[in-house]
């Protein structure tokens, strides 16, 4: 899983899976999950990624870790 944030947009990525979008459905104002083939959900896309969830901070908590990256 990947979380990617723009400034520049203020948008936030969440990428869940490396499989490939194929549909994308808005299913509230400024949240678009991204489908695969199999209509799973492999993204979610949130506009105005400020007003909607706490960006200065991240929180994880019991998740098997293989591999942990920060970078800014």
């Known amino acids: 899983m990947k979380l990617n944030y723009y400034p520049d947009t203020d948008s936030l990525y969440i990428d869940l899976s490396g499989h490939t979008s194929v549909e994308s459905r808005e299913i509230s104002e400024g949240i678009v999950l991204d489908y ?4 799973y959900v ?3 896309d949130i506009d105005n990624a400020s007003s909607k969830v706490e960006l200065h901070e ?3 908590s019991k998740m098997p870790l293989a591999k ?3 970078t800014s």
Not at 36 to 39: A, N, S, Y
């Open 68 to 70: 942990q990256t920060i």
């Open 58 to 60: 991240l929180m994880v």
């Open 42 to 44: 492999v993204g979610i």
């Open 36 to 39: 695969d083939e199999l209509e």
